[in-house]
């Protein structure tokens, strides 16, 4: 399993993935799932990866195929992050299909999802989620973030507290307890952990962590996140007695 996430603010973009692959139980191992494109300077975009990793990989290797041989659509000539998005999912649904086919099993699931992040020349910074079937969502004011992969344990967090105009610095360190809290509640999600902060119109990837398991900073995170939620809930108001109603029993 894994878990991704992108957040797309005012003051840019914040992009987390984690780095376990499982196929099985006794097959555990690490694999990164954030994968950022060498393009033309007008442009930055990365993609973070979620499912069948055969077709991840097929899809990375065919994108970057046609940005070397200058194919007619490819990362370098799309004019918006939305048709990027297209042609992602366009790519995902061929080599889909010929895993199927190669495949011949009924259990085999080459499905495999995406996000699609960055800023291209004058447009706005964004992020798009591709789904399996080769459409796209982006975020919105009211959910400024997208997750792939094991996404229930990580989405309270994110729920309350990250909004447009929350810091880019305040978001980062919201969505690494999202990815730390993820990890805590589940096995097939874990370290290391790559996070990528990108500025708005900066043009520049600059900002890249890669936190391995038991990295300090990570274990200071937990601790105080932890911490403050102890206290939390012991300043919550104390339940209210005289609310207290007779138990209806069942004969």
Known sequence: MTYC???????????????????????????????????????????LSAGNLATTQAVLEQMHRDKIKEAKVNINT????????????????????????????????PSATFILAGQIGGE????????????????????????????KY??????????LDTSIDEAARCCLVSMDSTIRSNASVGAPVEMLVYRKDSFAFQEYYCFDDGDDYMLQLRRSWETKLREAIAALPSLDKNAVKPMRVEL
């Open 5 to 47: 996430i992108a957040a797309s603010i005012n003051e840019g973009l914040i992009l987390v993935s984690d780095s376990r692959t499982n196929a099985g139980i006794d097959n555990v191992s690490t694999h990164g799932k954030m994968h950022a494109f060498d393009s033309r300077p007008d442009r930055k975009i990365i993609l």
């Open 78 to 109: 799309v004019e918006c992050l939305s048709e990027a998005a297209d042609y992602l999912g366009h790519i995902s649904v061929e080599k889909q299909k010929q895993h199927i086919n190669t495949q011949g099993q009924s259990a085999f699931n």
């Open 124 to 151: 706005p910074h964004g992020a798009y989620m591709i789904y399996a079937e080769g459409n796209s969502i982006t975020t919105s004011a009211n959910t400024p973030f997208l997750q792939i992969g094991e996404s």
């Open 154 to 163: 990580g989405k309270p967090i994110l729920d309350r507290f990250l909004k």
